[in-house]
């Protein structure tokens, strides 16, 4: 899912705090090839700051785990890091 063009150069990828989602969240834990913002999120974080491309790359990688078609609202959220206008992109929430 590309996002939309923003002047930010980087975001944060977040766990969507309206998502609902255990099945898939159990599923990226059987995953041992989950990116390393997704492993975050996993570890505790609540909030990880990534690149454009490391954002692309997660949420690629989100769509192909067993679950996510059927999510709504989406287990993540991308918004640009830089702080006040904290804004959904690529229509993920």
């Known amino acids: 899912m590309p996002l939309t063009p923003d002047r930010s150069s980087y975001y944060a990828l977040r766990v969507s705090p309206r998502s609902e989602v255990d099945g ?3 599923a ?5 090839d989950a990116p390393r913002a997704i492993t975050a999120l996993l570890a ?9 491309e490391e954002a692309t790359h997660a949420l690629a990688w989100a ?19 830089d ?4 804004r959904a992109l690529g229509g993920v929430a």
Not at 63 to 81: C, M, N, R, S, T
């Open 24 to 26: 898939w969240w159990s």
């Open 28 to 32: 990226v834990r059987r995953r041992p």
């Open 44 to 52: 505790g974080r609540s909030r990880v700051e990534v690149s454009r």
């Open 63 to 81: 769509e192909g785990v067993d679950g996510w078609a059927a999510a709504d609202p989406k287990p993540l959220v991308v918004y640009p890091a």
């Open 83 to 86: 702080p006040p206008s904290e």
